[in-house]
């Protein structure tokens, strides 16, 4: 056997590492490989009651081995059959308690990972799982070698080399019974499905591990561009806006709306979502109502309406608090235009009174100042381009049903000023930085 092939580099570790030690022949190899290397190490068992008296005797032989190695030894006993949650199944239940326990133990010893004893041939397993249920490329990666507290240093390594190891050294180990029986997927493919595919293609778990390490860097390279891409998004209240003149890349798109979903992700409303954005308009919703709106801008994600928000009285003097969006600051001025300020309007303070600052109502209108006759802010909205998603954002100053200013987009014509009218001057402060971005150009 080439020893060469079962070297660690005990560097990887960070510090000492708590070897998750179950008595089977992968974990005790594990232990001692480390302790070949030079590790500080530690070792910790999670006795679950699941197997009554073999389980027992799992847990005695794991302390010997360690008190024979001189490894410092954690050991915690549950009954997971009676701590499940509702709904949960006994393997799920016997993981969770498990990784909670190592996780205590990792803490309690200083440690700076765990060290789990996953080989090459669980990694072919969990890879051909995972393309089974249908995984993109993080799927495909597998299992990672250093993933938050958890570390694998055996990935690269088949089971015969382990045993082998352990054969040589003339060291035992306990055999997990519910190992022997194909009645959970996991068990059915390690003894029934690879080994067939074996039989067919030589070398087909090696080649499943080749599989996944090409994913796993792919994957990485696409989560980058994804993160990169995602990082031009403008803050929105209760979401967000990416501008793009062309949509990115079909494999970031989904990705991204993959990451947005999180666990409601599927396939089908993945595609959805990243075929919208190859539309110069369109909506689509999530599973949480959030809507995902393209424009010839760019990509909205906003929270759904929730109704209208409440209106505030306009003060003619002093600040007007816009909750979570500004304020609006009047104060008397010259009756003279103002120019070059989007943020701010010289007015009538005759058609300013009784006025109140509020967002956009159905039915509201306004004089296009300028222009002849009234029309509908909705229409008003759509020649001065102001984007749909934006429309529920822009500040108004009205009165009834009339828009005397709609907040960085423009006026009406009845509250424009005129020789010997007294003005009063508007300044909006924004709280939020979208402002700026979509409303900072001088529109008005």
Not at 50 to 64: L, N, P, T
Request: hydrophobic content about 45%; overall charge neutral.
């Amino acid at each position: 056997m080439d020893r060469r092939a079962l070297s660690i580099d005990a560097g990887a570790a960070g510090g000492r590492a708590l070897v998750a030690l179950s008595g089977g022949a992968d974990s005790v190899a594990l232990l001692l490989l480390l302790l070949d290397a030079g590790a500080d190490v530690c070792a910790a068992h999670f006795e679950h009651g699941i197997r009554g008296g073999d389980s027992v005797a799992d847990m005695a032989f794991c302390q010997e081995l360690c008190a024979r190695l001189g490894v410092p030894f954690f050991c915690e006993r549950a009954d997971v059959p009676a701590a499940r949650l509702p709904g949960e199944g006994l393997e799920a239940a016997a993981r969770r308690l498990r990784y909670a326990f190592l996780c205590r133990a990792k803490e309690e010893a200083g440690a700076a990972c765990i060290a789990t004893a996953h080989h090459a041939g669980d990694q072919a397993e969990t890879v051909l799982m995972h393309l089974l249920r249908g995984a993109g490329p993080a799927g495909a990666a597998g299992m990672r070698e250093r993933e938050g507290d958890l570390w694998r240093p055996l990935l690269r390594i088949p089971k015969q080399a382990l045993v082998a190891f352990l054969r040589e050294r003339g060291q035992d180990w306990r055999e997990d019974a519910t190992n022997a029986g194909a009645d959970t997927p996991r068990n059915a493919l390690r003894l029934d499905i690879l080994p067939r595919m074996e039989a067919l293609y030589p070398g087909a778990a090696r080649a499943l591990c080749r599989f996944s390490e090409a994913q796993a860097v792919e994957s990485d390279f696409l989560e980058e561009a994804t993160a990169r891409w995602a990082q031009s998004r403008v803050e929105l209240p209760g979401g967000g806006f990416w501008p793009f003149a062309s949509p990115p890349a079909t494999a970031i798109l989904r990705r991204f709306f993959r990451a947005q979903m999180g666990e409601g992700a599927t396939w089908e409303r993945v595609c959805a979502l990243a075929a919208l954005c190859a539309l110069p308009r369109g909506r689509e919703s999530f599973p949480d109502g959030r809507i995902a709106e393209k424009t010839e801008s760019g990509l909205y994600i906003l929270e759904s309406p929730c109704g209208p928000r409440p209106s505030v009285t306009l003060m003619l003097d002093g600040a007007t608090d816009i909750p979570g969006i500004g304020r609006l600051c009047a104060a008397p001025c010259v009756p003279a235009p103002i120019r070059g300020e989007p943020f701010a309007q010289a007015l009538s303070r005759e058609a300013l009174a009784g006025a109140e600052v509020r967002f956009r109502r159905e039915g509201e209108w306004l004089r296009p100042l300028g222009k002849r006759g009234s029309k509908l802010l909705s229409d008003y909205f759509v020649d001065r381009g102001v984007e749909r998603p934006l429309r529920d954002f822009v500040p108004l100053v009205a009165r009834g049903r009339e828009v005397l200013w709609a907040v960085g987009v423009g006026i009406s014509a009845n509250c424009a000023l005129a020789a010997g009218v007294e003005a009063v001057r508007l300044v909006f402060e924004p709280q939020m930085a979208f402002y700026q971005y979509f409303f900072g150009g001088t529109k008005e």
